[in-house]
């Protein structure tokens, strides 16, 4: 059965626990930023945004967690839902894509952050297939909606993971490039190459 994900309708309660989960990120990357990863504590980070160690653990059950919290994904998962049931997903990823692109722009040093540390920490970086994974689930509940298919059909598996895929290694090239230049273009250049079957025989052609 499709997974049923609702457009974002937050109500307060919500909202002020999504701002905490926000604070306490912005803290945390603050104080890495400052000492080190393995050197900031979660009794630290509970201290700046001024709460408990205990409060900390109400909104991420560990210090990894903070750093790999996304708060995109509900407005991702809003957007594209709103899109014409119509429009073919590769256009109406494109446009959210666009819509969330100040967003990005606005919290570039944050996401720059956070994407250094998921390659450069161990503990993170051991996450990453992890979180691919519940990308994957994500997305393909958020398709399956759309669509009316099921979440587990094969077609549907295999385009959210090229997807995802596609999405991680755009995010790769972006922190090479030290963030320069615009992570939504970069994704839809990925996204350019997947339709164009990824030009395999090109690639795989000596260069001339």
Same mark, same amino acid.
């Given at each position: 059965?499709?997974?049923?994900?609702?457009?974002?309708? /937050?109500?307060?309660? !919500?909202?002020?626990?999504?701002?905490?989960?926000? *604070?306490?990120? =912005?803290? &945390?990357?603050? @104080?890495?930023? @400052?000492?080190?990863?393995?050197?900031?504590? +979660?009794?630290?980070?509970?201290?700046?945004?001024? +709460?408990?160690? *205990?409060?900390? #653990?109400?909104?991420?059950?560990?210090? !990894?967690?903070?750093? /790999?919290?996304?708060?995109?994904?509900?407005?991702?998962?809003?957007? @594209?839902?709103?899109?014409? &049931?119509?429009?073919? @997903?590769?256009?109406?990823?494109?446009? %959210?894509?666009?819509?969330?692109?100040?967003?990005? !722009?606005?919290?570039?040093?944050?996401?720059?952050?956070?994407? $250094?540390?998921? #390659?450069? %920490?161990?503990?993170?970086?051991?996450? +990453?297939?992890?979180?691919?994974?519940?990308?994957?689930?994500?997305?393909?509940?958020?398709?399956?909606? =759309? *669509?009316?298919?099921?979440?587990?059909?094969?077609?549907?598996?295999?385009?959210?993971? %090229?997807? %995802?895929?596609?999405?991680?290694? &755009?995010?790769?090239?972006?922190? $090479?490039?030290?963030?320069?230049?615009? #992570?939504? &273009?970069?994704?839809?250049?990925?996204?350019?190459?997947?339709?164009?079957?990824?030009?395999?025989?090109?690639?795989?052609?000596?260069?001339?």
């Amino acid at each position: 059965m499709p997974i049923a994900i609702t457009p974002i309708a /937050l109500g307060l309660r !919500e909202r002020k626990k999504q701002k905490t989960r926000e *604070s306490i990120q =912005r803290e &945390a990357m603050r @104080l890495i930023e @400052l000492q080190g990863y393995d050197q900031t504590t +979660i009794e630290q980070i509970a201290a700046a945004v001024e +709460i408990s160690p *205990s409060t900390f #653990f109400n909104y991420f059950p560990t210090k !990894e967690d903070v750093v /790999l919290y996304d708060a995109y994904d509900p407005v991702l998962a809003s957007l @594209l839902l709103e899109r014409p &049931a119509d429009e073919p @997903l590769s256009v109406s990823f494109r446009r %959210v894509l666009e819509e969330m692109g100040g967003m990005f !722009e606005r919290d570039r040093d944050i996401i720059l952050a956070r994407g $250094r540390l998921w #390659f450069q %920490v161990p503990a993170l970086r051991a996450r +990453i297939w992890e979180e691919m994974e519940k990308a994957q689930v994500f997305m393909s509940g958020l398709i399956a909606q =759309r *669509s009316g298919r099921d979440a587990d059909d094969f077609e549907t598996r295999v385009a959210v993971a %090229v997807m %995802v895929t596609a999405a991680m290694e &755009a995010m790769g090239e972006w922190l $090479r490039r030290d963030g320069k230049g615009s #992570f939504v &273009a970069l994704v839809n250049q990925a996204l350019e190459m997947v339709e164009a079957g990824a030009r395999l025989d090109e690639i795989a052609s000596p260069k001339r």
